[in-house]
């Protein structure tokens, strides 16, 4: 499984002072940074695997700005006390109030971006930056620390009573979500990973 690589994070976050001071601003007003899942765990997955993909697919946008709205992308979220259309409205007034006091605006294309997070999903991406954003955020079980990020999180997020049901619906979840990814480093990161999961999965069901 992948290793999630926080130090190399904090070092790419640190080439960018927009995104340096938008971290520091997410840590200290995120009432959602210790979620069960969405939690600052995820968050530096998420920066991890957007670096990485726009890294590997030539992204020639502006990555400063498309690694903020990674670094927002669930800023106070609810840990699954609301839907995500709540989560998303969070994510956005948060990542505005901090534009804002940078004396930046929120874009139409930024906010259409972190929509396309939105679960279930509204439909196709507008954007390639959307794309990004939907696609990573399906990957954080390529992590080794699935069974307490992913599964006890989610478990637990979600209200799941007992975990050969958390199991069974992650794994179904996570075999649908592999079937719809387009971009080239997001599909060979899940064919890399998914054998693994898939044993690691059947043998937790083993041991319940």
């Known amino acids: 499984m992948k290793k999630i690589s926080q130090f190399e994070t904090l070092k790419t976050i640190n080439q960018y002072p927009l995104l340096r001071k938008g971290f520091a601003y997410f840590i200290n007003h995120n009432t959602g940074i210790s979620n069960p899942y969405h939690n600052i765990t995820h968050t530096m997955a998420m920066l991890q695997l957007v670096n990485e993909c726009i890294t590997e697919i030539g992204y020639n946008g502006d990555r400063e700005k498309l690694l903020l709205l990674t670094l927002f992308h669930d800023y106070n979220h609810s840990g699954g006390k609301f839907s995500d259309d ?97 971009l080239e480093y997001t599909k060979k990161t899940a064919q890399q990973y998914f054998p693994q999961i898939q044993e690691y999965c059947n043998e937790l069901l083993k041991t319940i």
């Open 86 to 182: 709540i989560n998303v409205g969070n994510a956005i007034s948060g990542l505005e109030h901090f534009l804002n006091e940078n004396g930046l605006t929120l874009t139409k294309e930024q906010s259409e971006a972190l929509w396309d997070t939105c679960f279930p999903y509204k439909g196709e991406t507008k954007s390639i930056e959307g794309r990004i954003l939907r696609e990573c955020d399906n990957l954080q079980w390529t992590f080794d620390d699935f069974f307490t990020q992913t599964l006890i999180g989610l478990k637990t997020e979600l209200n799941v009573s007992n975990f050969e049901t958390a199991i069974k619906k992650e794994f179904e979840f996570l075999e649908n979500a592999k079937s719809h990814l387009t």
